[in-house]
Nanobody, 129 residues
Framework: QVQLIESGGGLVQAGGSLRLSCVAS????????VAWFRQAPGKEREFVSA????????LYSEAVKGRFTISRDNAKNTVYLQMNGLKLEDTGVYYC??????????????????????WGQGTPVTVSA
């Protein structure tokens, strides 16, 4: 089974940028659709972005559209989340998750329930004023 490890989180001032990485081990990531979710303190986990396993179609939440960019490098078994123009409300723990079925990601995205095949441990992002 694939395992996911996130990195790249940290403390950044509002307006700054960070690039998160999600590296897979144990199995190639190319067969998986991959998504980023985040959870702010005291709030529910929310969908951020996703990228498909085939043609690399991308999807973003309205909160991050135009500021964040998801991409993948299958040769490196890695999915990235480039975050620009960070805002205070972007603070939270960012998790990557993978599933062979994009439908599963959409269900978790829309219902905020259900599960995906594999989740990472998360990387914290703190945006300061």
């Amino acid at each position: 089974q694939v395992q996911l490890i996130e990195s790249g989180g940290g403390l950044v001032q509002a307006g700054g940028s960070l690039r998160l990485s999600c590296v897979a081990s144990g199995r190639t990531l190319s067969r998986y659709n991959v998504a980023w979710f985040r959870q702010a303190p005291g709030k529910e986990r929310e969908f951020v972005s996703a990228i498909s396993n085939g043609d690399g179609n991308t999807l973003y939440s309205e909160a991050v559209k135009g500021r964040f960019t998801i991409s993948r490098d299958n040769a490196k078994n890695t999915v990235y989340l480039q975050m620009n123009g960070l805002k205070l409300e972007d603070t939270g723990v960012y998790y990557c998750a993978a599933d062979p079925a994009m439908l599963a990601i959409m269900i978790v995205k829309d219902t905020r329930s259900g599960d995906l095949e594999v989740w990472g441990q998360g990387t914290p992002v703190t945006v300061s004023a």
